[in-house]
């Protein structure tokens, strides 16, 4: 299956999440770890069509997400800012574009080295509630605190699903 | 806002639905109506990119569907074919070009009359239960019967929403 840019911008308007991961780690030095992340998901009938959009980018992965429901993925930061100028030269028609806006400015942070600062992960943070629900109180809540640092242990307190091991935001709808 | 054709696949592949109802009308002899709708439902957001999908086809309705969600709407049997035609030449990607192929099938099963017959009305039903959902089962026990003519009372057995007047199929996801 051979996609057209313009389909792909018009089934990531629909479709596509850009998301940005926070995430406990006492691994790195400030506690936290940022984890930006383009998605589309579909259900498994269309798994065809998660690895057509592989092949269009020319890299990311395509896993399960949960139950029926599997993802087209990409996280490495180098490959998402390749997806940041394709949709930079075929702007999204939809508010997803915001987000997008928001997305690309949390990945030139992260170039510049800003989320291992405690400052800069703040801010990061401060974008991240403005995502797709506009609402991840914890998030906020966490951030807004003094422990971004390394004082780290409830896992109910990240933004990570503790059961899949996966992101799952609430669905831009 | 100006669309371009693969765009449009691309966002109806996404958040399209082609869709058959069927409502009890005391009024037509058969006493059911068959409505098919071609629609595209957004938050209220992007009401924008439903009026911009009505330039592109150049009729239909932009309303409300409910609460913060607004719809993009076809109806007109003669507007459905047009919408046919588009995307058929503009063939869908994901599996909704299932649902599309069977939403033809009836559009011209309607245009030969065949709605107004009892068989022609089971066959139709049949078809829309296999649509969006695969799962309409009181529409399926509503054709199975030998209801379809008349004695018309409980609308609760319809496919139509009492509360809002609008058809609301589960989505197809």
Redesign the interface.
């Known amino acids: 299956?051979q996609?057209?840019?313009?389909?792909?911008?018009?089934?990531?308007?629909?479709?596509g999440c850009f998301f940005v991961g926070i995430q406990r780690n006492p691994t790195v030095k400030i506690g936290f770890q940022v984890i930006p992340e383009f998605r589309v998901v579909?259900?498994k009938?269309?798994l065809d069509?998660l690895y057509?959009l592989k092949t269009f980018f020319g890299f990311g992965r395509v896993c399960q997400n949960h139950d029926d429901r599997w993802e087209y993925r990409v996280r490495r930061l180098d490959q998402l800012r390749e997806v940041g100028v394709f949709f930079q030269s075929h702007r999204l028609?939809?508010?997803k574009r915001v987000d997008f806006q928001r997305f690309r400015d949390v990945l030139t942070m992260m170039e510049e080295g800003r989320h291992l600062t405690k400052e800069g992960l703040r801010e990061i943070a401060k974008i991240a509630t403005l995502m797709n629900t506009g609402n991840r109180p914890r998030l906020a809540a966490l951030m807004d605190e003094d422990r971004v640092q390394s004082d780290v242990k409830a896992p109910e307190e990240t933004e990570r699903n503790s059961l899949s091991g996966k992101f799952r935001p609430a669905r831009m709808?």
Chains 1, 2 share one sequence.
Do not use: S, Y
Not at 6 to 15: K, M, P, R, S, T
């Open positions: 299956m996609l057209n840019p313009d389909w792909v911008v018009g089934f990531v308007d629909g479709e579909q259900h009938r269309d069509v057509a028609k939809t508010k709808e």
